[in-house]
């Protein structure tokens, strides 16, 4: 019962990261929801272990649809930290304003309850979009129809892109997740692979 009502929690997270990602301009925030902690045990933590974990999850996706491994940049990760630390410290949840162009980096943003969640689960929530994929153009690669609901697993399994860089960070009652591409996926007109 608890793994099914966090299961929900975590679609309607998604569905809210989606709809956060072609958001233009700020907008009010949703209601907040808890989701029950499956153990009193923390997960796992630290800068190694989500390095680790970021770059396993995201190259094993990568591996499955016959793309190269992505790389681990310190340079995404520092500027992966500082997008976190702002909303961890602001409350904020959207994409962070970028210019468009080759400098642009690719962004893939998580939240949920501070420390309810293992890295492997964050990343996870991002692969599982997989199951509405199809290899179609940018912006028709999502059965749903709305590219939205499987803009992070291309992201992450976009064929252009070579390197990546995650961190984390929390205030009181959030964590915040941000993993930043170089370079970008999701190019409109054109396929992940």
């Not at 949703?30 to 029950?36: D, G, K, N, S, W």
Request: charged residues 20%.
């Amino acid at each position: 019962m608890a793994a099914m009502t966090r299961k929900r929690h975590l679609a309607a997270l998604l569905l809210l990261l989606g709809t956060a990602a072609c958001a233009r301009e700020a907008e009010p925030q949703p209601a907040r929801i808890v989701e029950p902690r499956v153990s009193s045990v923390p997960p796992r933590r630290g800068p190694a272990l989500l390095r680790t974990v970021m770059l396993d999850r995201q190259n094993a996706a990568r591996g499955a649809v016959g793309v190269a491994p992505l790389a681990w940049s310190d340079a995404l990760a520092a500027s992966a930290a500082a997008y976190a630390q702002e909303l961890a410290r602001t409350g904020r949840f959207a994409h962070a304003a970028q210019p468009q162009g080759p400098a642009r980096q690719g962004e893939n943003l998580w939240t949920g309850t501070h420390l309810a969640y293992s890295y492997d689960e964050m990343v996870g929530a991002w692969v599982a979009e997989r199951r509405d994929f199809v290899n179609e153009a940018t912006p028709g690669f999502s059965r749903t129809g709305r590219w939205q609901d499987v803009g992070h697993y291309t992201q992450i399994i976009w064929r252009g892109t070579t390197a990546v860089g995650c961190a984390l960070a929390s205030n009181r009652t959030d964590d915040y997740l941000v993993c930043r591409y170089a370079p970008a996926g999701n190019v409109w007109g054109q396929r992940a692979f």
